[in-house]
C-alpha cells in the first residue's frame, strides 16, 4: 500500500463515526496522490497524517434561557484545523444537524477554500446544533452571548476569526460581537459579516454567490463563450443561491429554478428574483407563496421530484451538502448539462462527482467555486486592520480579481500534471501546494 492509502486506512479506522470528513478527507486524498507519489518528503515529514488531524478541536455546552424561562443546553463546536498559512478562518453554522464530523469536514475544505485565495488565511469552522428557526431574536440573542462567553477564549484577530454560515447572518453575528466586545473590551476584528458602519464590508453578502458566478464566467471565457443565452438551474434560496442567480442574470443567463427544503419552483420563462427575495429575505415563508404569485411557475414538492430534473446548461447547486446524488447526475447529463459549479459545501456526492466528470461536464468544487465568501470576509479584516470602509464598487472588483487567480491557480495545475479539465485535481493541488509548503517550512509542529 502506498502513502495515501495508508492515511485513508489510518483515518477510516479511527473516524469511522464522522461520515462527512470521511468523505471530504478521501476526495482531497484521491486528488493528491499524483503529486505526493513523486515526492517522498511528504511521507518522511509526515505531512498528511497532520494535515487530516485538526490542530484544536474544542467542544463545549451552550447552556441558555428560552422565553418560558426554561433552561435549554446546545452543543457548541470549534475546529481549528490549519494555521500554517494564517490565523483560522472559517463560519459559524447553527443548525440541528452539526456534529463534530460536520465541522471537521467543512474546516478541513476551509483549508484548501482558503488557501485557493492567495490571502494569508488558516482553515477552521464552528457552530451549534441550535436551530434559530422558530426562535425569538431574544431567544437569539441570549444563545448567542452564552456561546460567545465560551468561544471568545479560544478567538482573536490574529489567532481565529469566524464568520457567519447556515442559521448565521447578521443578527447573530452582531450578537455574537456584542458579547465578545463586551468580555474583553476592545473593538477588533474578530468577526467577519458584521454590519455596515460597525467594522462590516460592503459586497460580503453578495460575494459567495458573484464569486460562484464570476468562476464559471472565466471558464466561459476560455471558451469565447459567456452566461448570456443559457438556462441555469440552481438549488436553494438564501444569500447564496439569490445572489447567484441575480449575478447570472445580470450577465445575460435565464434562471429557472431555486429551492428550499420543502421543494422547489421551475419558472420556465425566468425566476423572478425580487419575488424570492421577498418571500425568503423578509418574510422567511417557503416556496409555495412563489407559485401563488407566479401562475406560470411550478412547484413541486420535495417528495415528488428532485430540482436536477429540469433541463439547464449550468447547474450550481447552493443548498446544503450531498444534495446532488448519482441519479441526479446521471438526470442532469442525459438532459444536456455542461456545467456544475458548487455554491454549497460539498452539496455532489463522490459517485455523482465522478458521474460528471467522467462524462466531461466542467465541474468546479465549492473549495475553489464557493471561496468568494471568505474572500471578502479576507478584504474585511485587510479593512478592519488598516481602520478602512471601501466602496462596493471597490470589494466587488478586487472579489472578481481573486475569482480569476482562483480560476488560473486550478487550471494551471490540472494543466501541469496532466489533468487538462478536471477543476476537482486542479483546485486541490493548488491549495495543497501552498499549504503543505508551509507547513514543511515551518517545521513538525
Same mark, same amino acid.
Given at each position: 500500500?502506498?502513502? $495515501?492509502?495508508?492515511?485513508?486506512?489510518?483515518?477510516?479506522?479511527?473516524?469511522s463515526g464522522q461520515p462527512e470528513f470521511l468523505q471530504a478527507a478521501k476526495e482531497v486524498l484521491d486528488?493528491?496522490?499524483?503529486?505526493?507519489?513523486?515526492?517522498?518528503?511528504?511521507?518522511?515529514?509526515?505531512?498528511?497524517?497532520?494535515?487530516?488531524?485538526?490542530? &484544536?478541536?474544542?467542544?463545549?455546552?451552550?447552556?441558555?434561557?428560552?422565553?418560558?424561562?426554561?433552561?435549554?443546553?446546545? &452543543?457548541?463546536?470549534?475546529?481549528?484545523?490549519?494555521?500554517? !498559512?494564517?490565523?483560522?478562518?472559517?463560519? !459559524?453554522?447553527?443548525?440541528?444537524?452539526?456534529?463534530?464530523?460536520?465541522?471537521?469536514?467543512?474546516? %478541513?475544505?476551509?483549508?484548501?477554500?482558503?488557501?485557493?485565495?492567495?490571502?494569508?488565511?488558516?482553515?477552521?469552522? +464552528?457552530? #451549534?446544533?441550535?436551530?434559530?428557526?422558530?426562535?425569538?431574536?431574544?431567544?437569539?440573542?441570549?444563545?448567542?452571548?452564552?456561546?460567545?462567553?465560551?468561544?471568545?477564549?479560544?478567538?482573536?484577530?490574529?489567532?481565529? =476569526?469566524?464568520?457567519?454560515?447556515?442559521?448565521?447572518?447578521?443578527?447573530?453575528?452582531?450578537?455574537?460581537?456584542?458579547?465578545?466586545?463586551?468580555?474583553?473590551?476592545?473593538?477588533?476584528?474578530?468577526?467577519?459579516?458584521?454590519?455596515?458602519?460597525?467594522?462590516?464590508?460592503?459586497?460580503?453578502?453578495?460575494?459567495?454567490?458573484?464569486?460562484? =458566478?464570476?468562476?464559471?464566467?472565466?471558464?466561459?471565457?476560455?471558451?469565447?463563450?459567456?452566461?448570456?443565452?443559457?438556462?441555469?438551474?440552481?438549488?436553494? #434560496?438564501?444569500?447564496?443561491?439569490?445572489?447567484?442567480?441575480?449575478?447570472?442574470?445580470?450577465?445575460?443567463?435565464?434562471?429557472?429554478? =431555486?429551492?428550499?427544503?420543502?421543494?422547489?419552483?421551475?419558472?420556465?420563462?425566468?425566476?423572478?428574483?425580487?419575488?424570492?427575495?421577498?418571500?425568503?429575505?423578509?418574510?422567511?415563508?417557503?416556496?409555495?407563496?412563489?407559485?401563488?404569485?407566479?401562475?406560470?411557475?411550478?412547484?413541486?414538492?420535495? +417528495?415528488?421530484?428532485?430540482?436536477?430534473?429540469?433541463?439547464?446548461? $449550468?447547474?450550481?447547486?447552493?443548498?446544503?451538502?450531498?444534495?446532488?446524488?448519482?441519479?441526479?447526475?446521471?438526470?442532469?447529463?442525459?438532459?444536456?448539462?455542461? $456545467?456544475?459549479?458548487?455554491?454549497?459545501?460539498?452539496?455532489?456526492?463522490?459517485?455523482?462527482?465522478?458521474?460528471?466528470? #467522467?462524462?466531461?461536464?466542467?465541474?468546479?468544487?465549492?473549495?475553489?467555486?464557493?471561496?468568494?465568501?471568505?474572500?471578502?470576509?479576507?478584504?474585511?479584516?485587510?479593512?478592519? #486592520?488598516?481602520?478602512?470602509?471601501?466602496? %462596493?464598487?471597490?470589494?466587488?472588483?478586487?472579489?472578481?480579481? $481573486?475569482?480569476?487567480?482562483?480560476?488560473?491557480?486550478?487550471?494551471?495545475?490540472?494543466?501541469?500534471?496532466?489533468?487538462?479539465?478536471?477543476?476537482?485535481?486542479?483546485?486541490?493541488?493548488?491549495? %495543497?501546494?501552498?499549504?503543505?509548503?508551509?507547513?514543511?517550512?515551518?517545521?513538525? !509542529?
Amino acid at each position: 500500500m502506498g502513502y $495515501i492509502d495508508n492515511i485513508i486506512g489510518l483515518i477510516e479506522k479511527r473516524d469511522s463515526g464522522q461520515p462527512e470528513f470521511l468523505q471530504a478527507a478521501k476526495e482531497v486524498l484521491d486528488s493528491l496522490r499524483i503529486i505526493v507519489d513523486k515526492d517522498s518528503v511528504y511521507e518522511k515529514a509526515g505531512l498528511l497524517e497532520r494535515l487530516v488531524e485538526p490542530e &484544536r478541536a474544542i467542544v463545549f455546552r451552550v447552556p441558555w434561557v428560552d422565553d418560558s424561562g426554561k433552561v435549554q443546553v446546545n &452543543r457548541g463546536f470549534r475546529v481549528q484545523y490549519n494555521s500554517a !498559512i494564517g490565523p483560522y478562518k472559517g463560519g !459559524i453554522r447553527f443548525h440541528p444537524s452539526v456534529n463534530l464530523s460536520i465541522i471537521k469536514f467543512l474546516g %478541513f475544505e476551509q483549508t484548501f477554500k482558503n488557501s485557493l485565495t492567495g490571502l494569508p488565511m488558516g482553515g477552521g469552522k +464552528g457552530g #451549534s446544533d441550535f436551530d434559530p428557526k422558530g426562535k425569538s431574536d431574544n431567544e437569539v440573542m441570549r444563545f448567542c452571548q452564552s456561546f460567545m462567553t465560551e468561544l471568545y477564549r479560544h478567538i482573536g484577530p490574529d489567532t481565529d =476569526v469566524p464568520a457567519g454560515d447556515i442559521g448565521v447572518g447578521g443578527r447573530e453575528v452582531g450578537f455574537m460581537y456584542g458579547q465578545y466586545k463586551r468580555i474583553v473590551n476592545r473593538f477588533e476584528g474578530v468577526l467577519t459579516g458584521k454590519g455596515i458602519g460597525w467594522g462590516g464590508s460592503l459586497a460580503r453578502t453578495e460575494a459567495t454567490g458573484y464569486g460562484l =458566478v464570476y468562476i464559471v464566467d472565466e471558464y466561459l471565457k476560455t471558451k469565447s463563450d459567456g452566461f448570456k443565452g443559457k438556462k441555469v438551474a440552481i438549488s436553494g #434560496s438564501g444569500n447564496v443561491a439569490i445572489f447567484a442567480a441575480q449575478k447570472a442574470m445580470e450577465l445575460g443567463a435565464t434562471v429557472i429554478s =431555486v429551492s428550499d427544503s420543502n421543494g422547489y419552483i421551475y419558472h420556465k420563462e425566468g425566476i423572478n428574483l425580487d419575488t424570492v427575495k421577498d418571500i425568503k429575505l423578509i418574510n422567511r415563508e417557503r416556496l409555495t407563496k412563489y407559485a401563488e404569485k407566479h401562475k406560470d411557475a411550478v412547484y413541486t414538492d420535495i +417528495g415528488k421530484g428532485r430540482v436536477w430534473d429540469i433541463p439547464c446548461d $449550468i447547474a450550481l447547486p447552493c443548498a446544503t451538502q450531498n444534495e446532488l446524488l448519482l441519479d441526479d447526475a446521471k438526470k442532469m447529463v442525459e438532459n444536456g448539462c455542461k $456545467i456544475v459549479g458548487e455554491g454549497a459545501n460539498m452539496p455532489t456526492t463522490l459517485d455523482a462527482t465522478e458521474v460528471l466528470l #467522467s462524462k466531461g461536464v466542467a465541474f468546479f468544487p465549492g473549495k475553489a467555486a464557493n471561496a468568494g465568501g471568505v474572500a471578502t470576509s479576507g478584504l474585511e479584516m485587510s479593512q478592519n #486592520s488598516a481602520r478602512l470602509s471601501w466602496s %462596493f464598487e471597490e470589494v466587488d472588483s478586487k472579489l472578481k480579481g $481573486i475569482m480569476a487567480g482562483i480560476f488560473r491557480s486550478m487550471n494551471d495545475a490540472a494543466n501541469e500534471y496532466g489533468k487538462s479539465g478536471n477543476f476537482v485535481i486542479g483546485a486541490n493541488i493548488a491549495g %495543497f501546494k501552498k499549504v503543505a509548503r508551509a507547513m514543511l517550512d515551518q517545521g513538525v !509542529i
